[in-house]
């Protein structure tokens, strides 16, 4: 059990015995009046958004999540479906993926999250290596500056092709490093 003012922004707390995620904290009040925590959180198993306060001495539960490598394997509508190393097969539904439905692709490696032993979504490396498979070709004179030009990436799913910002020398057919945590481009990849 911990104090609410010892709880930080991504842990994982039971609220009404659901498992939410901190995704944000305010704090306002003083030390004579009291603090109160005002938090954005989420609710892991239905991905439902909740905004709460509480005072600091307010308890919770802090929940340690289990994590396994996995494999994406393919995706059997509703359901996205990975494999660990002995081939033990674990679904997941799309909405509890978010964004790593951008960046997946057949036998990317990842990590599956497990909450009381159902797996609940996957975290994804923080960067990962993709190929350019449009992008407009850059205009000549239009060089001043940091210009940026939008390239679309490959991946599994059809429905979820996800745009780069990129600088104007990258091509389609290039290989790019992109930080999966903010979707920003960070190098072009060479053999």
């Known amino acids: 059990m911990k104090f609410a003012k010892e709880i930080r922004v991504g842990n994982i707390i039971m ?3 659901k498992p939410m995620i901190v995704l944000r904290s305010d704090v306002n009040g003083s030390s004579r009046t009291g603090f109160t925590y005002k938090w954005k959180m989420k609710n892991l198993l239905t991905n439902s958004p909740l905004e709460n306060v509480f005072r600091g001495d307010d308890k919770f539960d802090v929940v340690v999540l289990d994590k396994k490598p996995v494999t994406y394997s393919y995706f059997a509508d509703p359901l996205f479906v990975f494999m660990d190393e002995e081939y033990n097969q674990y679904e997941i539904e799309e909405e509890n993926l ?3 439905l951008n960046y997946l692709k057949d036998g990317m490696e990842c990590e599956a999250v497990f909450y009381d032993g159902k797996a609940i979504s996957v975290e994804l490396p923080t960067t990962i290596a993709r190929q350019v498979v449009y992008s407009e070709p850059a205009v000549k004179g239009n060089t001043s500056g940091n210009v940026l030009k ?4 490959e991946n599994a ?3 979820h092709q996800c745009t780069v910002q990129v600088p104007l020398f990258v091509d389609q057919g290039d290989v790019i490093e992109i930080d999966t945590r903010t979707n920003e481009y960070k190098k072009i990849v060479r053999n």
């Not at 939008?150 to 990436?153: L, P, S």
């Open 15 to 17: 609220v009404d015995a």
């Open 98 to 100: 978010g964004d790593a």
């Open 150 to 153: 939008e390239a679309k990436i």
């Open 157 to 159: 799913i059809e429905a």
